[in-house]
């Protein structure tokens, strides 16, 4: 039987940046949530989204889809190399490997309200337009700024990238000019995975070191 849930998520800047989501039965979560409101700031949706883009949190329909497997979208925190067996695993550790993740998730700024999901973006220089890099997946419009997050291709990536949107249907006509930025939520490297790092051969022998220095004190 489907359960009719309501998701409320707060995230608590504490000294040690705390964050936790809450999932509430949709018969408690008002009252939940008037009991709160007396000592945490709610926010609304477009306050939620805003947040949700500028962390660089994926979105199932938006970064989450067929489209993309959880290393491009930087959830290399969520997948064990070692365990098994689970849908896909195969190709999983066949990526992983070969070091051929093709593309990953950043974060987006643009000049004015004009990105829109699906917007194809390309690099930018000062003297021309260059090559085709990648997609937009999340927008939201704050002030006179378009925020968002896309898929770029790992070859094309480096820091505060210029990007910009082209307009096909007038001589490659320049719509936006923008950036891309970090985002924090994304995991990216098998040290940050599921999976415990490996220990090497040097603090194997320290291990081993201290076992027996334990053992002699006990003697």
């Not at 660089?56 to 993309?68: F, I, S």
């Not at 290393?71 to 925190?77: I, Y």
């Not at 390309?122 to 378009?146: L, P, W």
């Amino acid at each position: 039987q489907r359960v009719n849930r309501k998701l409320f998520s707060w995230e608590l800047q504490l000294k040690r940046g705390f964050r936790f989501t809450t999932l509430l039965s949709k018969e408690i979560a008002d009252e939940t949530l008037k009991k709160l409101s007396g000592s945490l700031m709610i926010g609304t949706e477009f306050d939620w989204e805003y947040l949700r883009i500028l962390r660089g949190r994926p979105k199932a329909d938006n970064e989450v889809t067929l489209e993309y497997n959880p290393m491009e979208v930087g959830l290399f925190k969520t997948i064990h190399f070692d365990k098994g067996c689970y849908m896909g695993q195969e190709l999983i550790s066949k990526i992983n490997k070969n070091k051929a993740v093709r593309q990953m998730l950043c974060g987006i700024v643009l000049e004015g309200n004009c990105g829109r999901v699906g917007n194809k973006l390309s690099t930018r220089t000062e003297q021309a337009i260059g090559n085709e890099v990648g997609i937009i997946t999340s927008v939201i419009y704050v002030g006179n700024k378009t925020f968002g997050l896309g898929y770029i291709r790992t070859r094309a990536y480096e820091p505060n990238l210029k990007i910009c949107i082209v307009d096909s249907k007038e001589s490659f006509k320049i719509v936006s000019n923008g950036y891309l930025t970090d985002i924090p939520f994304s995991t990216r490297t098998e040290q940050e995975s599921a999976m415990p790092p490996k220990l090497n051969k040097t603090s194997t022998i320290e291990e081993e070191n201290m076992i027996k220095a334990k053992e002699k004190e006990k003697e």
